[in-house]
């Protein structure tokens, strides 16, 4: 399975972004699909899991803020953070069984 993350930059806080991770080697409909986030120093913080029968999960820092979704037709997982702060700043990175991308840096910032 191979992950890519993508959608990061600067934003200005109370901004949005919408993060994707699109999968190649597997079909994201029938799997779960997590995002976590690690700033320097710190450890991995779960953000949000869909589940593969599209239930979903979030973290309490994003919970609220946050909406995760699939799209079955282009094998990618969304998560779209909206009214960002400056903690909100960390890389994130989605996974699926046990692959992980290479992490998209998000900096909230004005």
């Known amino acids: 399975v191979q992950l890519v993350e993508s959608g990061g930059g600067l934003v200005q806080p109370g901004g949005s972004l919408r993060l994707s991770c699109a999968a190649s080697?597997?079909?994201?409909?029938?799997?779960?699909v997590q995002w976590y986030r690690q700033a320097p120093g710190k450890g991995r913080e779960l953000v949000a899991v869909i589940g593969h029968l599209g239930t979903t999960l979030y973290g309490d820092s994003v919970k609220v803020r946050a909406t995760i979704s699939r799209d079955n037709a282009t094998n990618t997982v969304h998560l779209q953070i909206n009214n960002l702060k400056p903690e909100d700043t960390p890389i994130y990175y989605c996974?699926?069984?046990?692959?992980w991308g290479q992490g998209t840096q998000v900096t909230v910032s004005s």
């Open positions: 996974t699926l069984n046990l692959s």
């Open positions: 080697g597997r079909a994201v409909s029938g799997e779960n």
